[in-house]
């Protein structure tokens, strides 16, 4: 009898979950569980002030009310809460000047990882290829094999702020190119794309008849002095991409698995048919208590504030020592730090564990690109004298390092 898994498809049957190895990803198997058991901190998981309490006051308020009216023990519509729908179609508007008609444009999705899957399913037959900017999403170079796709990795450089190139996507097209897969503001890059660079882009699948998958998980999270450019609302866009949103960044409400994607009402039309099969529906407790979040998201103005005192802290800190750098973040509870100079990036996040018990993310989870770097989330624990402290104990393990490498 053969291996079982020879009858899984191939890029199924050569994943790791970790119940036969070790794996080293964070948020693979039991890794986050075992860390935590052994005291580590883990600033590895993109989950905004974990572990600390963190849920604004209306959207407990909201949860009690639905919990007390009963509705939540029942299945919502696959498609969404009609209700949930109209705010964002509204705040949508607001932000980016696309008018969503919410019962024809919107589907809401549990969680935008789900959402990222089920956006890109209906496009890519076997063979097919996904343009992918590197350093990205882990999941961005995973997905579209599993769905039978190739990935096509477009590198971006550091000397450029990772900024995007687009003679670097041109020259990777090929008759198989089917679609551009963005993150916008990137993860693990921490850069917002400008609207020079996005134009080209959409000029870019216009001309070749592409489509355009754009995760805007952290569209909430940009800095003063940038600007957040939605590719749907570029001219030409609006009838190519499928735009991946998500409550769990901004509104840090992560364990409420609330996201959702916009689309023209052709390429919807799709996505609401297929919603039972593919995702089924979202939470009802969880859609009825995100909708005061939406009424008023003032509070993220709160958690930006942190956010930018974290990313000042960590700027300083970390590029005061050898052989270290980062560039300033544009967006994102993010640090993206070059350690190339210490050794590799696996060595470093293993040292970290070990001399600092902070787990941080190796870039190579990132793309070719990432390699010699880690991810920080400067975004965990509420209290900013807690991720200080984490922070510290971490720049006094790289100095430590950089000593042992005579950079200092």
Known sequence: MGNIKDLMRPAFAKLDGGLFSVTEKADVGDVGQRMKEMGVAMMSWADPFMPDPSIPDCVTQAAIEALKGGAPAHYIMPIGSPELKELIAKRTQERFGIRLDPQRNIIINPGSDVGLMFAMAPWINPGDEVMIHDPSYGSNFLNPELLGGVTVRVPTYEEDGWHIRIEEYEKRLTDRTKMVLLTNPNNPTCVTYTRQELEQLADFCIRNNLICVVDQAFEDTVFPGHEMVCMASLPGMWERTVTVCST?????????????????????????????????????????????????????????????????????????????????????????????????????????????????????????????????????????????????????????????????
Request: net charge negative; glycine share 10%; aromatic share 14%.
């Open 248 to 408: 769990s960044k901004g509104m840090a409400l992560s364990g409420f698995r609330v996201g959702w994607i916009y689309a023209n009402d052709v390429i919807m039309d799709t996505y609401f048919g297929s919603a039972v099969n593919m995702q089924g529906a979202t939470g009802t407790l969880n859609q009825m208590a995100v909708m005061p979040a939406f009424e008023d998201d003032s509070f993220i103005q709160g958690y930006m504030q942190k956010y930018e005192n974290r990313r000042q802290y960590a700027y300083k800190l970390f590029n005061a020592i050898p052989g270290v750098s980062m560039q300033m973040p544009e967006a994102t509870f993010l640090q993206w730090i070059n350690v190339s100079q210490l050794g590799t990036s696996t060595e470093v996040t293993q040292y970290l564990i070990q001399e600092a018990k902070i787990c941080a993310n190796d870039g190579k989870f990132y793309g070719d690109q990432g390699q010699g770097h880690i991810r920080l989330v400067a975004g965990c624990f509420w209290d900013d004298a807690d991720c200080y402290a984490a922070m510290d104990r971490m720049a006094a393990a790289l100095w430590k390092l950089a000593e042992i490498k005579g950079l200092c």
